[in-house]
């Protein structure tokens, strides 16, 4: 199952995450270190791992990066 970066900054959970990661980590090194950093950084190291462990979330991601989800969801 392949979920893309886009799809998952749409999700505010996974942007609370990753607001987090970004906190600790500018704490860490004394000085703010960005949020495109902190989204990287996450994306690599974390994405994987938050997935498995919310199965339904990682269904709808999934589901919402496929080009049929949006003619399904188009009003007619």
């Known amino acids: 199952m392949s979920i893309t970066s886009t799809e998952l900054l749409k999700d505010k959970d996974v ?16 000085k703010d270190i960005g949020f495109e950093r902190a989204c990287r950084e996450w994306i690599n190291s974390y ?15 999934w589901l919402r990066s496929q080009p049929i989800y949006n003619i399904l969801t188009k009003e007619f």
């Open 15 to 30: 942007l609370d995450e990753i607001n987090r990661y970004k906190w600790i980590e500018s704490e860490k090194s004394g």
């Open 47 to 61: 994405a994987k791992q938050y997935l498995a462990q919310h199965p339904a979330k990682s269904a709808a991601l």
